[in-house]
């Protein structure tokens, strides 16, 4: 251990070492399992579906762990889904994650560890799938999702 440490903290050189140990390595392991619990959370970003538009409580979201709340908020009793998805540069999207089969009023979620970038999230119930009279995409049901 340098002896400039004790020297920041204002404590003695010849006590610095033992009041160092005492108090600093508590504090060192308290910051580090803040630190391991704050990593494991994920940011939540609640996504509702509706005829015909996918609106997500926010639309930028930091990289790391997302966790994606869909609500299925139909009043006809369409069934929806989530499906993230990543946007090459080229523009090619790429699945990361869904939920399928979300009934009205249900809830469903997943969670995803996310890089910087450009996703969509989108239902991509196609016409005729589940009963439904319309392609849900071009219908409106996309939206994107900007990852910095």
């Avoid at 939540?44 to 997302?66: F, K, N, Q």
């Amino acid at each position: 251990m340098s002896n400039a440490f004790p020297a920041i903290l204002g404590i003695p050189k010849i006590a610095g070492r033992a009041v160092v140990r005492l108090i600093g390595l508590p504090a060192l392991v308290g910051a580090l399992l803040l630190g391991l619990a704050c990593a494991g959370e994920a940011a939540r970003v609640e996504v509702d579906l509706i005829e015909w538009a996918v609106r997500p409580s926010v639309t930028t979201v930091a990289a790391g762990r997302v966790r994606f709340v869909a609500y299925n908020r139909s009043t006809s009793g369409m069934v929806h889904e989530l499906e993230l998805l990543a946007v090459r540069p080229d523009g090619q999207r790429v699945p990361v994650a869904e939920v399928e089969d979300v009934a009205p009023g249900e809830r469903k979620s997943f969670t995803a560890r996310l890089k910087p970038g450009t996703y969509e999230l989108a239902c991509l119930i196609a016409a005729g799938e589940g009963g439904s009279p319309v392609d849900h995409y071009q219908a409106g049901m996309h939206v994107t999702l900007t990852v910095r």
